[in-house]
């Protein structure tokens, strides 16, 4: 029998052969020192390549891959929240009225801009109105501070010093006692 | 076999935890077979997610007639492929060996064959192997790794690529004596 092929001894080392084949080779390498070198060769390089090192994965991969899979979802924050409501909401009513009116998207919205415009009218000569309310209550307390002021200086300079001492003690005396005892009155539902 | 399609359905019906499972058991393997065939370890953990998140796309895809872990490596192999066109690194293409596997004659064992592998301790030898797995075509890299690294089948790697049994024998054979001969190169 001539020299065992390569293939033929790969398989004899992997039991790949069937028991004819396997005996066949056997009587073979009995008597074939030629064959039985190369079948240890081949023996010892099957055996360093099933025993290669193996490649070890983090300990996070799983969850790498699952977060790839299921993103986490990001929540939007409630101010965007409340803005995209009103948007909507008024997309909603723009398509109400289109509906109910007849009237195309277009005039629609030329009207409601229309009506933006008149209560700006309305609203210019009120905020004048307003500011003007406002200077005059400046001017009356400024007033009302300078008077005040002149009083004290009065009667400072009528009325002793120990007088002086008593009434501004008797007067925050009684502030703090108004201050405690309305505290205590609003505070509702606090332990005692 | 049957707890991979279990898990599988489990997975299509929604149940995070069974993909979990399916991750943990293959990262490694797949990792391993990626890891070896592109050769650097950051790229190979970025391709064992994508081939996951491949898989966990078209679960549904998946037909139990096959075994789940053939349908894993073939989707893994052809990720490999895809990228190899992008990157037009053709020089070891995965398809180009397969004209090549046809009516090649039986190599016999030689009078004067030298003694390369006894030459080496094992731990030299794993050394060796790993820097020669790299300078073999792709295409026996690839059944290579599967048999010997992975622990497939025969059957399993045809069920993998589509070929005959006997192609992917031959295939190993021609991987393990390419290997073989480059024991002695100098690294």
């Known amino acids: ?192 | 076999m049957d707890e991979d399609k279990n898990l599988v359905n489990r997975a299509i019906l929604g149940e995070k935890e069974a993909f979990e499972m399916i991750i943990q058991k293959y990262q490694q393997p797949l990792l391993n077979y990626i890891g070896r065939m592109v050769g650097e370890r950051e790229l190979a953990l970025d391709f064992t997610q994508e081939v996951f998140i491949k898989i966990y796309s078209s679960l549904r895809s998946y037909k139990p007639q096959f075994k789940f872990s053939t349908w894993l490596y073939r989707i893994a192999s052809n990720t490999i492929i895809d990228y190899w066109r992008k990157k037009k690194i053709d020089a070891f293409s995965l398809d180009q060996q397969k004209n090549q596997d046809k009516d090649l004659p039986p190599i016999q064992v030689q009078a004067n064959e030298q003694p390369l592998v006894r030459k080496f301790e094992i731990s030299q030898l794993r050394e060796k192997i790993e820097r020669a797995l790299d300078k073999i075509p792709a295409s026996l890299r690839e059944v290579f790794i599967w048999r010997h690294i992975n622990e497939l089948s025969y059957e399993e790697i045809a069920e993998i690529k589509g070929l005959p049994t006997g192609t992917i024998k031959n295939r190993v054979f021609q991987a393990k004596e390419m290997i073989r001969n480059l024991l002695e190169d100098k690294p």
């Not at chain 1, 899979?69 to 409501?85: D, E, M, Y």
């Not at chain 1, 998207?105 to 109105?129: G, H, I, N």
């Open chain 1, 1 to 192: 029998m001539k020299c065992l092929s390569i293939e033929q001894i790969y398989l004899y080392i992997e039991k790949e052969l069937s028991p004819s084949e396997n005996k066949d080779v056997e009587s073979h390498l009995r008597v074939c020192s030629i064959c039985q070198k190369a079948l240890e060769e081949r023996k010892l390089l099957s055996q360093a390549a099933e025993s290669l090192r193996l490649w070890d994965a983090p300990p996070d991969f799983t969850q790498q891959v699952m977060a790839r899979i299921f993103p986490p979802k990001v929540s939007l924050p409630a101010w965007l929240g409340t803005l995209a409501a009103g948007f909507a909401s008024m997309v909603l009513c723009f398509f109400i009225l289109t509906l109910v009116t007849g009237q195309n998207l277009r005039s629609l919205l030329l009207s409601f801009t229309e009506a933006v415009f008149d209560f700006l009218k309305y609203l210019v000569p009120l905020f004048v109105k307003v500011l003007k309310l406002a200077s005059l209550l400046v001017i009356f307390f400024q007033r009302f501070a300078e008077f005040l002021l002149k009083g004290l200086t009065l009667l400072t300079s009528i009325i002793s010093t120990e007088l002086q001492i008593i009434i501004i003690s008797t007067t925050i005396i009684l502030i703090i006692s108004s201050i405690y005892a309305l505290r205590r009155k609003l505070a509702f539902g606090e332990k005692t």
